[in-house]
């Protein structure tokens, strides 16, 4: 037990700066949480509601849903189901649902299936169902079971410590940055702050709080404020920003409705998360190789030392920047082959809105990771050498 306390003490020497950074980072997230909460407000319950409850296929009474060839083999039809619920106000009641199966919603279910209703109830006590969708999850926890074991097996102790880093961003996102944004905060700031917590939090919780992680650290900070000042000048000169974004038009109603969210920032603040994992990974991967060369050879100087740095960073440039972009036309792969099928002209399709967005959000991403580059070096160089 006495030697299991001085291991655990020496542990803690060792690692202090990186236990106090990531305990202020904990307060820092706790307080985050707490401010962005939503405010509790008493309502009235509606007299006519709908829920999403999980239910269970036991019977299928009618199926009319086939395979339409013209649709690419999509199915189309309607069935009626009995589903028994599992969950909510109405769980372990049997009710008839109706499934409406089209080529873009919906799939055929059968018996032993479980799928998600739309149960509504009515103000005189009633209530229906319709199949909202096919119940997806227990596939999506088997896909990420397989993602967390392949990381885990392959990276080991390191694997895990990501995992805990995407845990953390995952967080940050969904607990602070979107319920900041939805009550107002400003875009750009709040996204920036955000993001840069992140990089902070994951590289202490990768490397340690040493002189390699900290010069990561700068080095993603710099690299993603530089990829959103250039998306800003570009949506300046294109005379574009976060209101022609695909899908916007629902916050736009929520904002003219009473909604502080801030929109014009929105194309900016996507391009900025997008970068920021890739700007990781060159940022760390420089600060680590530079600090093998001085390794290696103490006696180089700084300017051997960027030198260095450069010539590593660009090997990195090409495939990263090929990454980010394919990463963009890919996310907009079924846009891109519908204007290459209505035959726009070079004219039309060089002004749209669309392509301007992803032009944009790609080529801002890859400057944020291109300029990382020479500032990691430069940064890894001055820390490490003393000429």
């Known amino acids: 037990m006495k030697k299991n306390n001085i291991s655990a003490k020496r542990w803690f020497c060792e690692n202090k700066a990186t236990v106090i950074l990531l305990a202020v980072c904990a307060l820092i997230f706790a307080a985050g949480c707490i ?3 939503p405010k509790a407000e008493d309502s009235i319950p509606a007299e006519e509601y709908s829920e ?5 296929i036991t019977s299928v009474l009618t199926d009319s849903t086939e395979r339409d060839e013209a649709s690419d083999g999509g199915w189309r039809g309607e069935q009626l189901l009995l589903a028994e619920v599992l969950t909510g106000q109405y769980k372990g009641e049997t009710l008839m649902a109706s499934n409406f199966v089209g080529p873009l919603y919906g799939v055929p279910l059968y018996e032993g299936d479980t799928a998600v209703l739309i149960i509504s109830t009515y103000s005189n006590g009633d209530h229906t169902a319709t199949v909202f969708e096919f119940d997806r999850l227990v596939p999506l926890a088997a896909v990420i079971g397989l993602f967390l074991l392949a990381a885990i097996l392959v990276g080991g102790k390191t694997g895990a410590k990501s995992l805990l880093g995407l845990l953390i961003t995952l967080a940050s996102l969904f607990f602070i940055l979107l319920p900041a944004l939805m009550k ?3 875009t750009l700031p709040t996204v920036f702050g955000i993001c840069a917590y992140i990089a902070v939090v994951s590289l202490a919780i990768l490397g340690g709080v040493q002189k390699k ?4 650290m700068l080095g993603t900070v710099s690299g993603t ?3 959103m000042f250039f998306g800003l000048m ?3 000169l294109a005379r574009i920003d976060g209101l022609r ?9 929520l904002r003219q409705t009473g909604t502080p969210i801030g929109l014009t920032g929105l194309l900016v603040g996507g391009v900025i998360i997008s970068a920021l994992g890739a700007v990781m990974d060159v940022t760390m991967g420089i600060s680590s190789s530079l600090f093998e060369v001085s390794a290696a050879n103490p006696e180089l100087g700084r300017k051997e030392l960027f030198c260095s740095g450069m010539n590593i960073g660009r090997d990195m440039v090409g495939t990263m920047t090929n990454t980010l972009i394919l990463a963009f036309l890919g996310s907009s792969f079924v846009l891109i082959l519908y204007l290459y099928s209505i035959g726009l002209s070079s004219h039309q399709l060089l002004s749209s809105a669309y392509l301007a967005i992803e032009v944009i959000s790609g080529i801002s991403s890859s400057i944020g990771v291109i300029l990382s580059i020479p500032i990691t070096a430069f940064i890894t160089a001055y820390a490490l050498a003393k000429k």
């Open 184 to 186: 107002g905060a400003p």
């Open 52 to 56: 999403y409850e999980r239910a269970k």
């Open 234 to 236: 570009a949506q300046s």
């Open 245 to 253: 974004v695909t899908d916007v038009e629902p916050l736009l109603q």
């Open 35 to 37: 401010l962005a909460a």
């Open 213 to 216: 992680t900290v010069c990561a």
């Open 225 to 227: 404020a530089l990829a």
